[in-house]
């Protein structure tokens, strides 16, 4: 400061011998401005380089955490887990991760640890108010996870109002994507899921078939269901559940006898073998003469 004084008793010397006013105080205050910049270029540069490690950091970070996520999705797998257990621990970890690398980067920066752990409280406490439904659905995936009422894979039906159906996905943080038979993608919250009751299609190998038909009460019951358990026995894949097997009279209905068929198939060819078994009835009762009756109106107009 004493260099900077000198100089500004010079230069306000000179300009008082040359007829001009004192200018000292401007003067002054120019070269302290000036002085501070001076000192605080290295704070300045200092600070440019935390920036810009912390970028780089940033970066080689998302690669690692990539690297990682890779390596615990192959050995998840590889111990043969569970493919929703797979997305839901990927989608899990990589969240943790990049919150761990974000604050590692505020500290770097010169915040400090008690400052950035009062802040996440404060942003956990408003988050969890703002996003009740967020943490409904967080808790919902979990218990998915944990009693497991339905994989990556089984056709599901949500069996409420407005509910959905389709093939599982994924099964991440806090949704649950289905596939419809139509290839549509439907997200469902996990919450709504886990609050839900479920129907798993595709649970079990094989499914209980039953299909109803009915034939005129002029027709020959024994003969109907002859044909029907020959149908059965003759099909490729129902012939082998001999055993249990059955058709029956279900119903005498209004204008029909109501006859039944149930059998066990597998639960993959469950609709191909029910649209199958359709036809070929459909088809021998015709052959037969076994008539399907239908519903129809008969008009008598009686003159006087």
């Known amino acids: ?171 991440e943080i806090c949704y649950t994507t289905l596939l419809s038979i139509d290839n549509k993608k439907v997200v469902v919250p996990n919450g709504t899921l886990s609050n839900s009751t479920i129907i798993n299609v595709t649970a079990k190998e094989n499914r209980k078939l039953e299909i109803k038909v009915g034939i005129s009460y002029e027709a020959d019951i024994q003969k109907a269901k002859t044909i029907l358990e020959k149908i059965l026995k003759d099909d490729p894949d129902t012939k082998s559940d001999s055993r249990e097997m059955v058709v029956f009279v279900d119903e005498l209905a209004e204008s029909a006898v109501i006859m039944g068929l149930r059998v066990w198939v597998a639960t993959e060819s469950y609709w191909a073998v029910k649209w199958r078994l359709n036809q070929k009835i459909k088809e021998e009762f015709d052959a037969n003469g076994i008539v399907i009756p239908y519903n129809q109106m008969e008009v008598y107009v009686h003159q006087k």
């Open 1 to 171: 400061m004493s260099t900077v004084d000198e100089t500004v008793s010079k230069v306000d010397q000179g300009l008082q011998e040359m007829g001009i006013g004192s200018v000292k105080e401007s003067i002054k205050d120019i070269l302290d401005f000036k002085q501070y910049l001076q000192d605080q270029i290295p704070a300045l540069t200092g600070f440019c380089i935390k920036v810009v490690l912390s970028i780089i950091v940033f970066f080689v970070g998302r690669k690692i955490i990539h690297w990682l996520l890779k390596i615990m999705r192959r050995s998840l797998e590889r111990a043969n887990v569970d493919a929703g257990v797979v997305q839901f621990a990927s989608s899990a970890g990589k969240a943790i991760l990049y919150i761990l690398l974000t604050i590692n980067i505020a500290v770097s920066l010169g915040v400090k640890e008690s400052s950035v752990a009062a802040l996440l409280g404060t942003a956990g406490v408003t988050v969890g108010l703002a996003l009740q439904g967020g943490l409904a659905n967080l808790a919902g995936g979990v218990l998915l996870l944990l009693f497991k009422p339905f994989v990556v894979g089984d056709y599901i039906i949500q069996d409420q109002s407005n509910g959905c159906e389709g093939t599982v996905a994924k099964i």
